[in-house]
């Protein structure tokens, strides 16, 4: 089983300890990115225009696989746009300030609010739901928006896409992989999703009310939705809709959250998920963003050319978030399937990319028994959770926990539910940037910051689920 490691693999994990190393001291990683983009495209092709023409080609690969993200995140935001001109937002969240009536409260409903819904539909549709409707009551009521955005992350992207116990999409890729049935790893994790949820979650809220009390919490913001509230009064007349009225405010704000819960029933029923939930979200949120605008802007006859504008301001948005996030996603999807589709087959035969084969080598030198097997399938669990991906190495962690369940004859569906979790913590969307942006983007802070303001909190549930988990092998 094993991959003899060539010097680009020993390259691609040079750069990766210096990126982490950067995000860790909260400094820009673009150049870095980009010139292990270039020292990976030397190694390929041996050539200068192609080690050259490889920087561009990652990056227009990054921006295909981003593409969807990038769309559903523009239109919300287009969306928003004219739901807080109109003041449409303010009565449709109005009801839901008496549940949640304080920062800790926001924090957690949020949270299971979020939870829930990824459970059954998936984080990346949920984000958008959730953070639409619950995103300016959180702000409203004292909770940062970075702090709505950790709540959002560790909920959907960590808990409930960790566990996927109602999809079972992860679970039925780790099981096959280790030849184990689906119901032994979903019923191995139970106690892993749980430790692993239960320390993040209370020790990011602690960290977010002692860095508020000590005066050190950073916001992160970019921008956001709500920054277009005071810039409703900025504009000139001509700018400014004509002000529906209240009977007509009032129906538009109960109209579009059922609009959005049809969404959900008809993903429950048509069985959408993934890329096909996102689209109805996003179908919706434009139909939702031209029946408002041209009833906003029907007295001054603009708006045919409104809806335009709405959308230019919420690609800008867009654009502008994922900017930053495009080199280093370029970077880490070249450890995946990347590297051959746009250098060829040039790693050694039977290689099922770089990070995977990092993670095969890690497994081959590393004593077998217990403890160290569950050390190593978190840590084999992580690397290849780095493409940001989360489910693109769990097959990987599967067989090698099958390995070495046979080796120490115990402790196969705890091994496979341990790389499971661990894989798509890092990688679902709480540590890497690129895979974070869908919380990101919606509450308009830094995917970078939200990414660091995890760390820690991540760091901590993996040690003390991997503890947990010795116990069990």
């Not at 691609?12 to 010139?35: G, Q, S």
């Not at 939930?277 to 408002?292: E, K």
């Not at 070249?334 to 746009?342: I, K, Q, R, V, Y």
């Amino acid at each position: 089983m094993g991959i003899q490691l060539t010097a680009i693999h020993w390259v691609y994990l040079v750069f990766i300890v210096f990126i982490l190393a950067l995000l860790i001291k909260r400094r820009d990683t673009t150049m870095i990115c980009v010139t292990g983009i270039l020292a990976l495209g030397l190694l390929a092709t041996v050539t200068l225009s192609g080690s050259v023409s490889g920087i561009f080609n990652s990056f227009v690969y990054a921006t295909k696989e981003l593409l969807g993200t990038i769309m559903i995140i523009s239109i919300i935001v287009a969306m928003s746009r004219i739901l807080i001109i109109t003041g449409i937002n303010e009565t449709m969240v109005s009801p839901l300030t008496r549940f949640l009536r304080t920062p800790a409260m926001a924090y957690w409903g949020i949270g299971l609010i979020m939870m829930v819904t990824s459970f059954f539909f998936w984080p990346s549709p949920a984000v958008a739901l959730v953070g639409a409707v619950l995103l300016p009551v959180a702000v409203r009521v004292g909770l940062p928006a970075l702090g709505a955005a950790v709540a959002m992350n560790l909920f959907g992207h960590g808990i409930a896409l960790s566990g996927d116990y109602i999809i079972q999409g992860a679970p039925k890729l780790t099981a096959d992989a280790a030849g184990l049935p689906v119901s032994s790893v979903m019923q191995a994790s139970i106690p892993l999703v749980a430790v692993m949820g239960i320390v993040t979650t209370v020790s990011a809220f602690w960290m977010m009310k002692r860095d508020q009390k000590n005066g050190t919490w950073r916001d992160g913001l970019v921008s956001s939705p709500e920054a277009a509230e005071p810039l409703a009064d900025a504009g000139t007349d001509d700018d400014q809709p004509v002000l529906v009225s209240d009977r007509l405010r009032k129906g538009l704000a109960i109209a579009i959250p059922l609009l959005f819960l049809l969404d959900v029933t008809g993903m429950f029923v048509l069985h959408l998920q993934g890329g096909d939930a996102t689209a109805l979200v996003g179908g919706t949120a434009v139909l939702i963003l031209i029946v408002v605008t041209l009833l906003a802007h029907r007295g001054q006859g603009q708006g045919l050319e409104k809806i335009t504008a709405y959308l230019i301001e919420g690609f800008t948005f867009g654009f502008k978030v994922f900017g930053p996030v495009i080199p280093i996603a370029a970077f880490f999807y070249l450890g995946d399937a990347a590297f051959t589709e746009l250098y060829g087959k040039v790693l050694p035969d039977g290689s099922h990319g770089i990070v995977n084969d990092l993670g095969v080598a890690l497994a081959n030198h590393v004593p077998l028994n217990g403890a160290a097997s569950a050390i190593t399938l978190t840590v084999i669990g992580a690397i290849t959770g780095l493409d940001g991906s989360g489910f693109s190495g769990i097959s990987l962690a599967g067989s090698i926990a099958g390995l070495f369940a046979a080796a120490i004859h115990s402790g196969a569906a705890t091994l496979t539910a341990l790389g499971q979790v661990a894989a798509i913590w890092v990688g679902g969307g709480t540590l890497i940037p690129w895979a974070l942006i869908p919380a990101a983007a919606i509450c308009g802070v830094s995917p970078f910051e939200l990414a660091r303001r995890n760390l820690k909190p991540v760091l901590l549930g993996l040690t003390a689920m991997t503890i947990v988990a010795m116990f069990l092998v």
